[in-house]
């Protein structure tokens, strides 16, 4: 009789090991699930900033649409934000507005590196932004006065690399997968 009791606790052994491992596999996969939902909270906050940044500049050139050449820096075009040091001063316009474009320019350079928000802990090193943020303004058509207004940043996962004509932050992420850009549209009418 004691032999069958044996048998019948070394079942039981085995039983719960399997239930250990069960439950250790779909903590794994939980786990998971957390992490890739960390994941997409940080893209979506990433790309709700870049369209507030992508709707200020574009609010920016509208509010001072006869200097609107200063902001695309001509037909050359504009990269601001991560990595740039100086900005070339506007030479065009009233000096009121040639003031108020070299203003924008250097708030909305201020919004890309991240500086309304510091880590203490960190040489206060600028936190408020998106990973790499790039602003970049673009002539496309200067007879028609038509402007393109790109926010670029880095996303955390790899997906579809953006069009082949948005060149805003293009091969400043390792892959180009992992690049994401927003774009507005500014045309400047003759109010004339």
Do not use: H
Request: negative net charge.
């Amino acid at each position: 009789m004691p032999r069958a009791i044996t048998k019948i606790q070394g079942f039981t052994l085995i039983e719960v090991l399997v239930a250990l491992v069960v439950l250790l596999v779909g903590m794994m996969g939980a786990a998971g699930l957390m992490v890739r939902t960390v994941q997409q909270e940080v893209e979506a906050y990433q790309r709700l900033q870049a369209l507030n940044l992508l709707q200020d500049m574009s609010d920016r050139i509208n509010a001072n649409r006869n200097v609107v050449s200063c902001y695309s820096n001509g037909s050359n075009g504009r990269t601001l934000g991560y990595g740039v040091t100086s900005i070339t001063a506007c030479g065009a316009g009233t000096a009121e507005e040639r003031a108020r474009a070299d203003a924008d320019l250097d708030d909305w350079n201020d919004s890309l590196q991240g500086v309304a928000e510091q880590d203490a802990e960190d040489n206060n090193a600028n936190v408020g932004a998106m990973i790499g943020a790039r602003g970049c303004l673009v002539q496309v058509n200067a007879g028609d006065q038509i402007y393109r207004v790109t926010v670029a940043w880095q996303g955390l996962s790899e997906t579809v690399a953006p069009a082949e004509d948005n060149t805003c932050g293009e091969d400043e992420y390792g892959s180009e997968k992992l690049r994401r850009t927003v774009s507005a549209i500014v045309r400047i009418g003759d109010l004339s």
